[in-house]
């Protein structure tokens, strides 16, 4: 029989073994966690004063977030919050304020890519959900958002990249939902950034970082300064980065088609045999090798030519302040303020030469003759294709004024923010197919236009402690807010929409998708925190909210806490909350366009939504959240733990859905069914009543409302003379827009420990910390009836929803310090996720090897991530006190998600099909870059 110390060995062994590829470091740093606090304990007893404080452990920090009981330690706290200190948020190679974040918070997971100008804008979700779910504060206040609308997911949150990290002294994360006490968008979480108050010193600091594989290259550059007197102060800190984009492309299938035209053919005529059946015929081949596209292999790029999906190339300048003067002891002035300047340029899909059209020499109509000698599809004004680029000139500014203080024992704070940005947009190194082919002529760079948001929001709140008997007195707050939102888009020039427009990002076109729009809203609330015995404590919020575009909502919350020895408590929340749609997902409206396919986006508050049945336009989603935990603090000496469950319950949630159109010919439309031979470059009717089988006939309210703002001409044939859409995109057309036609539940768990171990040479700071999440859909609304009345997202989409993220997330962490060095070491582990493709257009000696999931009665594979398990180190430096060295390394054994399929992959190669893919499955929060190294210097003074 194994004794108890063996056995305890094995299990220690067995669970460190799965933490790493790094087996022994992981090994070791899991043995000295769970085996060295005995050590740990008999070491000398040190000066507590005389050391730092813990890296991972701020549960002694007075919070301002989750609460309005004034002098509340993290650690009694009701509500779960955790601490992000500014030393903590420099100790990593992440580029911004948002990835620093994710990096220390197991349940918020940023985006290293995104689609179209989606990219410009990174985001991050807290919990899986939406990035608008999360409500982002400054010092208390709310901070405006972007303009920038994604148009996927509707995500319009505060962009975070505006607020030099060298600004913060800190940052509260409440994980709970506080609609009740901030209002609209707190229903996954709250960021509150407090802001330095030193009244002398500042720092500077340089670093510099790149991907080991290639890319990446950025260089940061932040410094603060500080000044003040025994009443007053003045912080400002600026930072600067430049940031290279990340290239990994693919091979382009119809170069490798045109680099050897006699084996293309050849597959075409016979190779197809290869996967059983004439079906899988390419029949696009004959239009590579038939025109111009002969010359893409001339192309500097070949034959990596498409570029997609890389993150964009990025310069930023960021500048913020922070102030307050004491007028007297009962009277405070404050202001804060930023004003950032960002560009940002992102590669778009590759272009045939082809893909233009060609030139209508004769102005007959059409491109289809010879004239002089020259075939007029044939005059193509980029010979090689091109690469076509969306950039960005952004502008983000926010001021705050206000005074707080108290009189006859209430408090009171009153205060004005206003915070706007504005973007201009450009697609470069493109072309307009319409101009093109009418005139000869067009130009190659275009302005497209430009959003922007504003809110001004001014507040007030008043609080007072009672004495009423209780075990302690009991603390009333009340307030109000009123918030004027306003957002925008304004036209590019003609150029830019004449026609199909600027080619990859068509420009705004005053007729169909520009304008400015505003609303008011105003809020009340109360709140009351009793106590009442010296062991429990009680808080109970309630808001009323009205809005001038939709009405009311009335929400309310219920926390409570009882510690029930000095070193266990238990807590949980139970609340209503609600999240305004932004005045950018009500008014947004552009045409998402691919190199063969195109996505009309219409407004959902505007009249091509209310033509198709959406009359109502956008309301607010509703909330029901609960959580229930427990708090240990010092069971052991130096060890803190949380533990906390939560679910999330959301109805009339905001997305995008997609009404299919069009869709390429193939042997499931209604021509392969009818004994046509399919072309799968031009359209016939798509599923758009969502059955599972392409429909016989075009759907006549997307028709007519494809009609109506001029992408087609006819409604029944959008191949068709007439409209805006380019030719070589008709044959996959889709209708989009958002709306309110989901139900949701998430639930999951937060677990955050820190552990302090001292030794005679130094200290151990050790964390832990760790996120389960899991989403469900619980209903979606049909689509009205003149689309079909299907639901309004695919069975897939739905479930992609629900499986797309990591299951789980952990940090394990330990900061050593000794003497002049210190070493970070951080383990992060990624759950597995996966998303469904479908499999039905794969002939069968590719689907035999593939993970197959019958699902709706239809064949799906996986598209799966395993669990990522990323070792990141870093070592510091500090010869003298006011200089510090820094060098580290992220993912630091080169960790990559999975490959999309091998038989995927070979067959899209082997038939020229693969025209933008990446090698590696998408949706992983670590992007598919590889190791990251850095280097930073800092000096304070």
Request: with cysteine.
């Amino acid at each position: 029989m194994k004794s108890a110390k063996q056995s305890k060995s094995t299990l220690r062994q067995r669970l460190c073994s799965t933490l790493s590829p790094s087996i022994a470091i992981a090994t070791t740093l899991c043995a000295a966690a769970l085996g060295g606090a005995a050590y740990a304990q008999s070491a000398p007893a040190a000066d507590p004063a005389a050391q730092p404080a813990a890296a991972g452990d701020n549960s002694d920090v007075i919070i301002v977030t989750g609460t309005r009981k004034v002098g509340m330690v993290a650690a009694d706290s009701p509500a779960p919050v955790q601490v992000v200190t500014s030393e903590v948020l420099q100790e990593t190679g992440a580029s911004d304020l948002m990835n620093a974040l994710s990096v220390q918070t197991p349940s918020f997971n940023a985006n290293q890519v995104g689609g179209d100008m989606a990219s410009q804008t990174l985001t991050a979700q807290m919990r899986a959900l939406s990035p608008n779910h999360a409500l982002v504060l400054v010092n208390g206040h709310r901070r405006h958002i972007t303009s920038n609308v994604a148009p996927g997911s509707g995500a319009m949150a505060a962009d975070m990249s505006h607020i030099p990290s060298s600004a913060i002294k800190r940052v509260e994360v409440l994980t709970d939902g506080a609609a009740a006490l901030y209002g609209s968008d707190a229903i996954a979480g709250v960021f509150n950034i407090i802001l330095k108050d030193d009244t002398s010193g500042g720092s500077l600091t340089g670093g510099y970082s790149a991907y080991d594989d290639g890319g990446g290259n950025d260089a940061n550059y932040q410094g603060t300064y500080a000044f003040g007197g025994d009443n007053y102060f003045f912080d400002i800190s600026a930072e600067i980065e430049n940031r290279d984009s990340v290239n990994r492309p693919t091979l382009y299938g119809p170069a490798l088609c045109v680099a050897d035209i006699a084996a293309c053919q050849a597959y075409n005529t016979t190779g197809y045999q290869k996967y059983g059946s004439t079906a899988y015929r390419n029949g696009s081949i004959n239009t590579y090798t038939g025109t111009n596209d002969i010359y893409m292999v001339d192309n500097p790029e070949f034959p990596y030519l498409n570029h997609a999906g890389d993150p964009p190339e990025l310069h930023r300048k960021e500048v913020m302040f922070n102030s307050g003067w004491d007028i007297n002891e009962h009277f405070q002035l404050y202001s804060y303020g930023s004003f950032g300047a960002k560009q940002a340029k992102s590669q778009e899909n590759y272009r045939r030469p082809s893909q233009d059209g060609g030139v209508d020499l004769n102005h007959d109509g059409d491109t289809k003759d010879t004239v002089d000698g020259v075939v007029e599809a044939n005059v193509n004004k980029y010979l090689y294709g091109f690469l076509p680029y969306e950039a960005s000139d952004e502008r983000d500014f926010e001021f705050a004024v206000g005074a707080r203080g108290d009189i006859a024992d209430w408090r009171w704070d009153v205060a004005t923010v206003y915070g706007k940005n504005k973007m201009d947009v450009f697609t470069l190194n493109s072309m307009n197919f319409s101009l093109w082919k009418d005139t000869g002529y067009s130009q190659e760079n275009f302005y497209d236009g430009a959003y922007w948001s504003s809110q001004w929001t001014t507040s007030g709140t008043l609080s007072k402690d009672f004495n009423i008997g209780l075990a302690k007195p009991m603390t009333f707050a009340a307030g109000g807010e009123y918030r004027i939102d306003k957002y925008g888009i304004k036209a590019g020039e003609p150029a830019s929409y004449y026609g199909s427009g600027a080619s990859s990002f068509p420009g705004y076109n005053p007729a169909t998708n520009t304008g400015s729009y505003d609303r008011n809203a105003y809020a009340a609330f109360v709140n009351f925190i009793v106590e009442p015995t010296n062991n429990w404590l009680i808080d109970v919020a309630g808001r009323y909210e009205n809005y001038s575009d939709f009405g009311d909502e009335t929400i309310g919350k219920l926390t409570t806490r009882y510690d029930i020895t000095p070193w266990l408590a238990v807590r949980g929340t139970a609340s209503t909350g609600f999240r305004a749609p932004t005045l950018g997902e009500e008014y947004y409206s552009a045409v998402n366009v691919g190199p063969t396919s195109a996505s009309p986006q219409l407004q959902p508050n505007g009249p091509g939504a209310a033509t198709l049945g959406f009359g109502g336009g956008l309301q607010p989603e509703t909330s029901k959240n609960f959580s229930a935990g427990f708090v240990l603090n010092d069971v052991i000496p130096n060890l803190t733990m949380t533990l906390d469950a939560y679910q999330i319950e959301i109805d009339d949630r905001i997305l995008r859905g997609t009404f299919a159109f069009s869709t390429g010919q193939n042997a499931n439309t209604v021509t392969g069914r009818t004994g046509g031979t399919p072309d799968s470059t031009k359209p016939d009717p798509a599923d758009t009543d969502g059955n599972g089988t392409p429909d016989d006939q075009y759907n006549k309210a997307l028709g007519d409302a494809l009609v109506a703002f001029g992408y087609i001409g006819v409604w029944n044939d959008p191949g068709a003379p007439g409209g805006s859409l380019d030719s070589t995109a008709r044959a996959s057309i889709s209708v989009s827009l958002f709306n309110n036609s989901l139900s949701t539940r998430t639930s999951g768990i937060d677990w955050v420990t820190s552990y302090a171990s001292k030794f005679d040479w130094g200290r151990i700071d050790w964390s832990l910390s760790a996120n389960y999440n899991d989403m469900q859909v619980l209903s979606a609304k049909a689509a009205p009836a003149a689309l079909g009345g299907a639901t309004m997202y695919s069975p897939t989409t739905l479930r992609n929803m629900e499986t797309g993220d990591p299951k789980y997330r952990v940090n394990i962490g330990a900061r050593i310090s000794v003497g002049d060095f210190s070493f970070n070491l951080r383990e992060s582990i990624y759950g597995p996720q996966y998303t469904l493709s479908s499999a039905s257009s794969y002939p069968q000696v590719v689907r035999d090897t593939l993970d197959l999931v019958t699902f709706n009665n239809a064949l799906y594979y996986k598209n799966s991530i395993g669990v990522m398990a990323l070792f990141n180190l870093e070592a510091s430096w500090k010869p003298v006190n006011d200089w510090k060295f820094t060098i580290g390394a992220d993912n630091v054994f080169n960790q990559y998600p999975d490959k999309v399929p091998k038989a995927i992959w070979d067959y899209n190669i082997d038939s020229y099909r693969q025209t933008g893919g990446r090698q590696y499955n998408s949706g992983s929060p670590i992007g598919y870059f590889g190791r990251k190294l850095y280097a930073k210097i800092s000096k304070t003074f």
